[in-house]
């Protein structure tokens, strides 16, 4: 095969495997070679010799150095090395490559010198200045048929405004995306010349993107105030990101096709007036004049975020039309702000978070305002209700979202009920003082309903069919509301739910889910002490797939009904005397049982556990009473097994036949029995997790005859001293973690740690004795893991050694 091929005349080679070296010098046809993905370190010098190759791709690969002879592919014109994160380098000799039209690799690499001798080039999606020579800004000049976008960064490296110029970017025309970028470390230094250098970097005036990044001038170029630039470009998009000591903004208001604005953190941005608006720039039009202006006359979205010396956003006073097709406004994390415009005849989603004063919000959400269907607010300090005349103006608002807004206590002042037949989806959250929904605010349409943290809310609304029903919802969500005594009333005619959950809880006595349930797929019921007894209608709940129902300790027995055997596939309960009967549910995958407090697993249910040949996870937890549990030899299906912090549990169930067992957790039983209870080989188990006691000496000897184990994870064992040899019987172990063995001091020996070679994470918390002796270098215990490439000790993650 392999001599056919040499053979033949070869122009195209696809391959992801490692044999390179062996075909390529045969191949020198080849016009294209796509190593994508390919498992190879290295590429042959022979690669030099594909003399009439157009097309290379090394994406993926695990090539770390390329080779010099690459630069005499002459006639090479795309060469792809992204992602190639192993890459150390590029060497000089690409610039011999005077043909190569496409060009791609990670921004971090070093740049390779003499860029500008590849004259023909049009991909460049990234440049980084450099100090070195041929590294310079310089190296741009020539290439003047770049398209496409172009990021510049490093900035800082440029001279002046004079050495930027030389980039001749208004000669670039067919760039259509730019983004400069001055780096992280130099933020806060002092720098003359940034000013110079953008004013430097002019672009033609066809683009339609651009992005400036860590500029640190005081004042954004000329060429943006230019009659030129403002209307004669086709700019869509701008971003102006940690431009620091700019006290104002550009000239935006009268480019004819900008779509998209973001402003993020300008820490002395103090007013957006007339200078972002542009007064007069463009008509320069008499004070009498009866002209109208449209300025933002295309702008879609606008987003503001931490400008946090922002007090004003001036109202246009001139006549004009003002952001006639604005359809998203997000302000964040402008805490001074206290003006805003009220004009925004389109505007369609609104976002606002983290504002000191509900001022500015008040007059965005204006009477004026009409077309609002998303409305967010965040952390407004001082918002107690929404504007009068808010809901009522919005007909169309489907999404309602308030949260974290410590001194909200209602939703409007006044009733509207039936102004909200277009909401669906409610989320209140974190609203301290928030005491009762009124009514008219749930309406039919409603598909979502969350109440999170609310510590003071009473009262929901009831449902009444005469009012529709909440015929559309399907998600009900209430978390934290301790003072919430009882749900609505008619919860039976929400025919649509399909997801309920309602937690902490505190004073909830009942859960009025009676009938007429048939799309319920989950139903989660956790910590509501004062509920005494499950849902009454859940033999109705026919699609019912999740089913949760812990930390309520009054609720001691649950009936699942035999009508649920098909569809239950995840069930949790907590707290009961009596475990329900599960014979007949052949697709339950999931089963964690905790706080139980029989000491005896019912025979009824273990007989019934025994069916359950879907099974894939059973947990069972923190029951201190039980004193054993039946055998699990017919859960083939099981793939994760945990029985923990059992305390009356002297022996372990049978669990001979679980092939399919790949994750075990088991340990904290009776504290009185010193060795750990017996369990069987696992011949495939992956993941152990083992949690002992006082009274233990040793590791279960069982241990070592898990031969693909992976990872290991051993707790309290505080009265083991010292880690016996056979843990280096353990080949395939990737991940070892020891926590809390007070009295731990030693490792197996230097020669059975070296036989873990797949160890690459050692993680040792809460073992204060090991933890001092494994000290880098000099501990005794050092030479033993010295050799595993990551360390993990509590609180930081030490690369001891690059991975192989």
Known sequence: MQERILKGSVHKLFTNDEVLGPILPGLKALRVVKLYEADIVELPDSVGKLNHLRYFDVSRTKIKVLPKSIGKLYNLQTLKMYPLGSLEGIPKELQNLINLR??????????????????????????????????????????????????????????????????????????????????????????????????????????????????????????????????????????????????????????????????????????????????????????????????????????????????????????????????????????????????????????????????????????KLTTLTHLEIHNVQGLTCLPDGMLENNKNLSFL???????????????????????????ISWCRKLRYLPDGLLTPSLKKLNLLFCANLESIPDITPSGGGFTSLQILSIIHCPQLSSLPKGLEYCTSLEKVGIQRCSKLTAIPITQGQPFLGELYIRDCPELSSPPSGLEYCTSLQKLDITGCPKITSISIHSSLSISLRDLSVSHLESLPT???????????????????????????????????????????????????????????????????????????????????EIGRFWEELEPFPAFQGIPHLESLTIDGWPKLKCLPDQIQYLTSLTSFWILSFDGVEAFPEWLGNLATLEKLTIQDCKNLMYLPSVKAMQRLNRLHTLSIIGCPLLRERCTQESGPEWPKIRLVPFMHNGKDHVQLRKPS
Not at 123 to 140: Q, Y
Not at 156 to 180: P, S
Not at 595 to 621: D, H, K, M, V, W
């Open 582 to 664: 599960l014979r007949g549910f052949t697709f339950l995958s999931q089963l964690k049982i905790r706080e139980c407090t029989s000491p005896q697993i019912g025979p009824e249910f273990s007989a019934s556990l025994q069916t359950l040949i879907a099974l894939q996870e059973l947990r069972i937890s923190c029951c201190p009473n039980v004193e054993s549990i039946p055998s699990l030899d017919k859960l083939t299906s099981l793939s994760l097994l945990q029985i923990s912090y059992c305390y009356g549990l002297t022996s372990l169930p049978s669990v001979v036949n679980l092939s399919s067992l790949k994750e075990l």
């Open 102 to 367: 496409h060009l791609y690799f990670d921004h971090r690499l070093k740049f390779p010198v003499g860029m500008r001798q590849l004259s023909n080039l049009r991909s460049l999606t990234h440049f980084r200045v450099g100090k070195e020579i041929g590294l310079g800004i310089e190296e741009l000049s020539s290439l003047n048929q770049l398209e496409g976008e172009l990021s510049i960064y490093n900035l800082e490296h440029v001279r002046d405004g004079e050495e930027a110029k030389k980039v001749n970017l208004v000669g670039k025309t067919n760039i259509r995306k730019l983004r400069f970028e001055w780096s992280q470390a130099e933020v806060w230094l002092s720098s003359s010349n940034d000013e110079d250098v953008l004013e430097g970097l002019q672009p033609h005036s066809n683009l339609e993107f651009l992005e400036i990044h860590r500029f640190k001038g005081e004042r954004f170029p000329l060429w943006m105030k230019s009659r030129f630039f403002l209307l004669n470009n086709n700019l869509k998009e701008i971003e102006l990101a940690n431009c620091n000591k700019c006290e104002g903004l550009p000239i935006l208001g009268h480019l004819p096709n900008l779509r998209h604005v973001r402003i993020d953190t300008m820490r002395n941005l103090k007013c957006v007036g007339s200078e972002f608006y542009g007064y007069d720039q463009v008509h320069q039009v008499a004070a009498a004049s009866e002209e109208t202006k449209v300025l933002f006359p295309a702008l879609k979205t606008l987003h503001i975020e931490n400008a946090g010396n922002l007090i004003e956003w001036m109202e246009v006073t001139e006549r004009a039309v003002v952001f006639p097709c604005l359809e998203e406004l997000t302000l964040k994390s402008c805490f001074q702000l206290r003006s805003a415009p009220s004009h925004f005849p389109s505007l369609k989603k609104l976002v606002i978070e983290a504002v000191n004063s509900s001022m500015s919000m008040a007059s965005i959400l204006s009477n």
């Open 401 to 427: 979202k308030i949260e974290s807004c410590s001194e909200f206590t209602c939703i409007a002042h006044h009733g509207f009920e039936y102004c909200c037949s277009s909401l669906e989806s409610l989320l």
